[in-house]
């Protein structure tokens, strides 16, 4: 778990513009602002780059601001800190954690490692500095595939923490991975009934689907890819209608793209819910946006072993994906 300071508590006054305030505060600090395509509409706008996980590590690890602020989860932020250990991370919102990441708690999964000292572990990115540490090479749903496909085949492989993305990866690589059991909750709330009938709704759309989705939802798609692969698969698609199987938030850019698209959310199990929208993700707020910058806090702060041994297998996810 990584540990953070905490902005004062007492009742903030927020400027009439936030724009225009978090864009002077910006050149102020000499910050960049990292969005995921998650994130509420109005910071995807303010945001200097928006992405996917990949392309947010890569951004972080590219950029000469002196301060990064993060506008998505507790491990994108973490990853931008271990990769840049000298300058300060700023988290909007504290609590914005991740399911995925909270179902694979560190002290069980070096248990399940130790079962297996000649695997290799290849994790996904979405999990905490402490899993990072314990592995060989870190993925993202955009280079799983390409990562595992460039491992010797008789090296066997632990994967973690996520067994959709997992079970997608063994059948586009025919590889015998070995699975830790974790999910995302956004994901796993899709609905396969409700999909099925909202294409009869649309049927002239295409169904397209993040890999961390599970298979029955998956056998539907005509497209499975990372969410920026979805957001090229449509601009690049002459279809006019996409059923859009991930977080809902990416939509904003889909639709900013390409206006004359129409992009249907699908559907959660329970139809009266907003569970396909993520909890954590929709914490960070335009408003504690700005109080981030304005109190330079809460900061992400790692201890320096963990950052150090987490790493390691990040540069080599990068190294893997040039």
Same mark, same amino acid.
């Given at each position: 778990?990584?540990?953070?300071?905490?902005?004062?508590?007492s009742?903030?006054?927020?400027?009439?513009?936030?724009f225009?305030?978090?864009q002077?505060?910006?050149?102020?600090?000499?910050a960049?602002?990292?969005?995921?395509?998650?994130?509420?509409?109005?910071?995807?706008?303010?945001?200097?780059?928006?992405?996917?996980?990949?392309?947010?590590?890569?951004?972080?690890?590219?950029?000469e601001?002196?301060v990064?602020?993060?506008?998505? @989860?507790?491990?994108?932020?973490?990853?931008?800190k271990?990769?840049?250990p000298?300058?300060? @991370?700023?988290?909007?919102?504290?609590n914005?954690?991740?399911?995925?990441?909270?179902?694979?708690?560190?002290?069980?999964?070096?248990?399940?490692?130790?079962?297996?000292?000649?695997?290799?572990v290849?994790?996904?990115?979405?999990?905490?500095?402490?899993?990072?540490a314990?592995?060989?090479?870190?993925?993202?749903?955009?280079?799983?595939?390409?990562?595992?496909?460039?491992?010797?085949?008789?090296?066997?492989?632990?994967?973690?923490?996520?067994?959709?993305?997992?079970?997608?990866v063994?059948?586009?690589?025919?590889?015998?991975?070995?699975?830790?059991?974790?999910?995302?909750?956004?994901?796993?709330?899709?609905?396969?009934?409700k999909?099925?009938?909202?294409?009869?709704?649309?049927?002239?759309?295409e169904?397209?689907?993040?890999?961390?989705?599970?298979?029955? @939802?998956?056998?539907?798609?005509?497209?499975?890819?990372?969410?920026?692969?979805?957001?090229?698969y449509?601009?690049?698609?002459?279809?006019?209608?996409?059923?859009?199987?991930?977080?809902?938030g990416?939509?904003?850019?889909?639709q900013?793209?390409?206006?004359?698209?129409?992009?249907?959310?699908?559907?959660?199990t329970?139809?009266?819910?907003?569970?396909?929208?993520?909890?954590?993700m929709?914490?960070?707020?335009?408003?504690?946006?700005?109080?981030?910058?304005?109190?330079?806090?809460?900061?992400?702060i790692?201890?320096a072993?963990?950052?150090?041994?987490?790493?390691?297998?990040?540069?080599?996810?990068?190294?893997?994906?040039?």
């Open positions: 778990m990584f540990t953070a300071t905490l902005p004062p508590q009742a903030p006054k927020l400027p009439k513009d936030l225009e305030a978090i002077g505060l910006k050149q102020d600090l000499n960049v602002i990292l969005a995921h395509y998650y994130q509420d509409p109005d910071i995807q706008d303010i945001a200097d780059y928006i992405g996917d996980s990949l392309g947010l590590s890569q951004q972080a690890a590219a950029t601001a002196e990064i602020v993060f506008a998505g @989860v507790h491990f994108m932020a973490e990853t931008a271990i990769l840049n000298h300058k300060q @991370v700023l988290l909007p919102d504290l914005a954690g991740c399911s995925l990441a909270d179902s694979c708690p560190p002290e069980a999964f070096a248990r399940f490692k130790a079962a297996h000292p000649d695997h290799l290849v994790s996904y990115i979405n999990c905490t500095a402490e899993i990072k314990m592995s060989d090479i870190i993925c993202t749903s955009s280079n799983a595939v390409r990562i595992v496909q460039q491992i010797p085949e008789d090296q066997p492989i632990i994967f973690a923490p996520d067994r959709n993305l997992g079970r997608y063994i059948e586009q690589t025919g590889r015998d991975l070995l699975l830790w059991e974790g999910s995302c909750i956004v994901h796993e709330t899709f609905s396969e009934k999909l099925v009938q909202l294409q009869m709704d649309y049927p002239e759309a169904i397209i689907a993040h890999p961390e989705c599970e298979t029955p @939802v998956l056998n539907h798609a005509a497209y499975i890819g990372s969410t920026t692969a979805l957001l090229k449509a601009e690049q698609s002459d279809r006019a209608q996409f059923i859009v199987v991930t977080e809902p990416i939509i904003h850019q889909m900013k793209r390409m206006p004359h698209k129409q992009f249907i959310p699908a559907p959660p329970s139809g009266t819910c907003a569970c396909n929208e993520c909890p954590h929709r914490l960070n707020t335009l408003e504690k946006l700005y109080l981030a910058m304005e109190h330079r806090q809460p900061e992400i790692l201890p072993e963990t950052a150090t041994a987490a790493l390691k297998p990040i540069q080599r996810m990068l190294e893997m994906s040039a």
